[in-house]
């Protein structure tokens, strides 16, 4: 059995922007109003896990295949609010709490095959299927003090909309893209190893009820890997690898205004040390990656940002065999 925590994200946002102008389309109604100051209160905290058991075994010389049937669940809950003051004395308020429970399966297959000798080809497969899913959702809008065209037909018509919060309750499952990752492992020495790995994505339909980013259309995506191990002692190695971490959201064109989630690819590099025992594994190390893309980051808003991404992490990592 094995039990993995493939994603754990954590963040904490408190900003206030001053002296910004409001958009385009608001401005024409509301000729002289600017923004004096927004507020952002953002608290996200997303976590994943799976467990469960695993059967692996050599079929023919030379060729080994085994199968694990992980149990995944995932909890989110998120929160944001934002204030926009005006020049005029108005406001606009939104407040939108967010909390998302999964259950499903995840089986994966692996194939590993060594054609000859100090050469091994790994192939493997996994796809999450959800067996239960459930999004609660609270949102609240208030208006005070701006005039705004609410039904598009271009005349004002709203000047103030009270605060009154929506709930609602979803039941519609995620899906998740087919993984298929094909590796090759080469032993020059006793000492060293040296891999590289493709990994494809396949694309998946989203659902993106009530303007859910992270429900939204993921497209097809390919990364790659290198990697490589080299044993001090019997006891001690040292591990290093490059990598690449492609954006599946769609790509943002200036000109949409549609909710849409940042367009990010990535790279980076990672080094670690681990100590083994007849038993037991431990490894410390760390990562860092870089990349750069585009974001919308004003709700509404036609124009596209530039983004550049630095990342960092620390890791302590630990296994148990029997």
């Known amino acids: 059995c094995s039990y993995v925590v493939p994603d754990s994200n954590k963040q904490d946002q408190d900003q206030t922007f001053y002296g910004l102008q409001l958009s385009p389309g608001a401005a024409v109604n509301n000729p002289g109003v600017t923004v004096s100051s927004y507020t952002i209160n953002f608290n996200n905290d997303d976590n994943t896990y799976q467990f469960g058991p695993t059967i692996a075994g050599e079929i023919a010389q030379d060729f080994a295949a085994g199968i694990t ?13 934002q204030f926009l003051a005006f ?3 108005g406001y606009e308020w939104t407040s939108f709490y967010y909390e998302l429970n999964e259950t499903g399966l995840k089986p994966t297959l692996g194939l590993v095959w060594s054609p000859v000798d100090k050469v091994s080809l790994g192939l493997s ?16 809008y208030g208006l005070e003090n701006l005039n705004i ?19 609602d309750s979803i039941q519609t499952k995620k899906k998740y893209p087919l993984q298929t990752t094909l590796g090759v492992a080469y032993f020059p020495t006793t000492n060293l190893i040296l891999s590289a790995d493709l990994a494809y994505y396949t694309a998946v339909a989203g659902d993106n009820t009530l303007g859910d980013p992270t429900f939204s259309d993921r497209d097809a995506v390919v990364n790659w890997a290198l990697g490589a191990e080299y044993y ?20 943002i064109k200036a000109g949409s205004s549609s909710i849409a989630e940042e367009h990010i690819d990535l790279y980076g590099g990672s080094l670690s040390i681990s100590n083994f025992t007849r038993n037991t594994s431990v490894s410390f190390g760390g990562s860092l990656t870089l990349g750069s893309g585009k974001a919308q980051i004003i709700s509404g808003s036609t124009s596209a940002q530039n983004v550049e991404s630095l990342g960092w992490m620390l890791f302590l990592s630990s296994s148990y065999s029997y």
Not at 69 to 81: D, E
Not at 232 to 251: C, D, I, Y
């Open 149 to 167: 065209d609410s039904n598009g037909d271009g005349s004002v018509d709203t000047n103030s909309i009270p605060p009154i919060p929506q709930f």
């Open 125 to 140: 497969m996994s796809k999450v299927t959800l067996l239960s899913s459930s999004r609660n959702i609270q949102l609240t």
């Open 87 to 89: 020049s005029n004395g």
């Open 69 to 81: 049937l992980y149990i995944h669940q995932r909890h989110v809950q998120r929160t944001l609010n």
């Open 232 to 251: 001090l002692s019997r006891t001690w190695a040292v591990r290093g690898g490059l990598f690449n971490s492609n954006a599946n959201t769609p790509e």
